[in-house]
T-cell receptor
Framework: QKEVEQDPGPLSVPEGAIVSLNCTYS??????FMWYRQYSRKGPELLMY????GNKEDGRFTAQVDKSSKYISLFIRDSQPSDSATYLC??????????????FGKGTKLSVIP | DAGVTQSPTHLIKTRGQQVTLRCSPK?????VSWYQQALGQGPQFIFQ???????QRGNFPDRFSGHQFPNYSSELNVNALLLGDSALYLC????????????FGDGTRLSIL
């Protein structure tokens, strides 16, 4: 079992739809939770960064963390064609000596159709 | 405010050769991490440098080595290249110890023939 599971999709939605992306994880020690967006031929871009269980909102994006279920989600409201990208969930824990390496899911490829 | 910059953007090598990839962190950041991203996969952690020392290492052979300079920039070296080393190599920078967010460059795409 992988530490972080993420449905690779692909996911195709019409413009304006609400998108829900999810990851589950097995390591209950994970402390920090992130969502990155990666366009083709580009590096991952940090979208959301959370520490505790609950919701965090930033514009059209809402990140949700449920530590008891080991489940995180990213919601995108009013999706736009420019949101078409691969979305990566990532998590981290202190690996020792204050080093927090990121453990990623495989990424979900999202296409928003005009 | 310059973000993370990596060079070169693309590199083609043959099996058995050696390669050096370079990274300049985001302004104000002092910690550099390197990741390998195979096609269709999430990035895999290689190692992290802080205060010019390797602080943590992922599950990669010692053909992969690195260095951090006093100005916080970093190099990733890979010796005896294998076909399986073909991937996007990403550098991420962050500030200090603790779980601060990591910001990525656009990577170096390494192709092994």
């Amino acid at each position: 079992q992988k530490e972080v599971e993420q449905d690779p999709g692909p996911l195709s939605v019409p413009e304006g739809a609400i998108v829900s992306l999810n990851c589950t994880y097995s390591n209950s020690a994970f402390q920090y939770f992130m969502w990155y967006r990666q366009y083709s031929r580009k590096g991952p871009e940090l979208l959301m960064y959370t520490y505790s269980s609950g919701n965090k909102e930033d514009g059209r994006f809402t990140a949700q963390v449920d530590k008891s279920s080991k489940y995180i989600s990213l919601f995108i409201r009013d999706s736009q064609p420019s949101d078409s990208a691969t979305y990566l969930c990532a998590m981290s824990v202190d690996s020792g000596a204050g080093s927090y390496q990121l453990t990623f899911g495989k990424g979900t490829k999202l296409s928003v159709i005009p | 405010d310059a973000g993370v910059t990596q060079s070169p953007t693309h590199l083609i090598k043959t099996r058995g050769q050696q390669v050096t990839l370079r990274c300049s962190p985001k302004s104000g950041h002092d910690t550099v991490s390197w990741y390998q991203q195979a096609l269709g996969q999430g990035p895999q952690f290689i190692f992290q440098y802080y205060e010019e020392e390797e602080r943590q290492r992922g599950n990669f052979p010692d053909r992969f080595s690195g260095h951090q300079f006093p100005n916080y920039s970093s190099e990733l070296n890979v010796n005896a290249l294998l076909l399986g080393d073909s991937a996007l190599y990403l550098c991420a920078s962050s500030l200090g110890a603790g779980g601060q967010p990591q910001h990525f460059g656009d990577g170096t795409r390494l192709s092994i023939l």
